[in-house]
């Protein structure tokens, strides 16, 4: 943890030594920018080392208010919509029109929201897939969300690591802190359910060929 902030401070003086010693002009401007990434990077990292310390910390929860769980679904997806166009990709939500459920909002929206970001940075954008699908299917007593994308996958050697903090992949498309996957299983866990990966392979669609 001390390490990943030490580096998170480095890179944000290495940037701004950089920004006070460039011309103005684009070379300046290229600065900032970069400036300005280090610390968004370094302000995330920060964010997620606190959800990820308090989740550690925090004891059992009580049975919460039923909320509905389709509305916070599509709030979710709502909030990434935005970003999703801009990399060409369709989201999809499938499930009961409402769905209420004793739940903590706060802890449920965090771990949907890392794996969504999760799928969005690594299994979509060019050359990788074009579409992320939220399923909410109820199988007995429990209520199961699908959150699929048409990536890449995780190589085989790469799959038993992916809930590791900080451990990122070596073929990752995008920079990432690493603990999103941690968060997520974290506060699942404390909602008395489980964060799984599962690898399905599905047939071209005819989109694709």
């Known amino acids: 943890m001390l390490r ?31 400036l300005t ?22 004891p059992a929860l009580d049975p919460a208010v039923p909320q509905d769980l389709m509305a916070l679904l599509q709030d979710c997806l709502a909030e990434r919509a935005g970003w999703a166009e801009g990399l ?3 989201l999809s939500l499938d499930g009961p029109d409402t769905l209420e459920l004793p739940l903590d909002r706060q802890l449920l929206w965090s771990a949907l ?6 799928a969005l940075k690594h299994g979509c954008g060019p ?6 699908q ?4 109820q199988e007995g007593g429990d209520v199961v969300v699908w959150i699929a994308d048409d990536g890449p996958g995780i190589a ?27 968060i997520a299983q974290q506060a699942i866990g404390h909602l008395g359910g489980q964060v799984r990966l599962c690898l399905l392979y599905t047939s071209p669609s005819p989109r694709d060929s």
């Open 4 to 34: 990943s902030l030490v580096g998170s401070e480095m890179c944000i003086r290495d940037r701004a030594h950089v920004l006070a010693q460039a011309p103005e002009g684009p070379a300046r401007a290229q600065a900032s920018e970069a």
């Open 37 to 58: 990434r280090a610390v968004q990077r370094a302000a995330h990292l920060s964010e997620q080392l606190l959800m990820l310390a308090a989740l550690e910390e925090a």
């Open 88 to 90: 060409g990709v369709e």
């Open 113 to 118: 929201g890392n794996v969504l970001d999760n």
């Open 127 to 132: 050359g990788a897939g074009r579409e992320v």
């Open 134 to 137: 939220l399923r909410v299917r």
């Open 156 to 182: 085989a050697g790469e799959q038993d690591r992916v809930f590791e903090r900080f451990w990122r992949s070596p073929r990752a498309r995008s920079s990432g802190s690493g603990l999103g996957l941690t």
